[in-house]
């Protein structure tokens, strides 16, 4: 497994969980509020929504690293959990916000292309 796809893979991973703290944790602090374009009030209106998004970027970057942890071995374990953030982020940028394309699924794609030509 080369290293480089590795290190795309952890970077992924790092993203997803800073979009954890952001989603369950800081949805209506000021971070927040500017990483996600949003006011006080709708903030607080989809904090419970936004917390389950959370949750849910919480689990691919959890199946990231596992497929790190796992070595070589996990290698069908980076593939999916990578594609799923690809399909997830090509949704979201289809669906909310074009941003995602380039935060979410262009390094998904990116850490693909990687696995597959190590």
Not at 4 to 17: E, Q, T
Not at 68 to 86: Q, R, S
Request: contains cysteine; aromatic residues 12%; glycine residues 12%.
């Amino acid at each position: 497994m080369g290293t480089f796809g590795n290190i795309v893979v952890a970077l992924v991973a790092l993203i997803h969980l800073y979009i954890l703290v952001l989603e369950m944790f800081l949805w209506d602090k000021p971070a927040g509020l500017r990483a996600f374009g949003q006011t006080l009030e709708s903030a607080r209106a989809s904090k419970v929504l936004a917390a389950n998004q959370g949750l849910y970027n919480g689990f691919l970057a959890a199946g990231l690293l596992w497929g790190l942890v796992l070595g070589a071995d996990g290698f069908a374990v980076k593939v999916f959990f990578l594609a799923c953030v690809l399909v997830a982020g090509l949704y979201g940028a289809a669906t909310a916000s074009r941003k995602i394309l380039f935060v979410q699924a262009l390094p998904a794609a990116i850490g693909l292309l990687a696995l597959w030509l190590s």
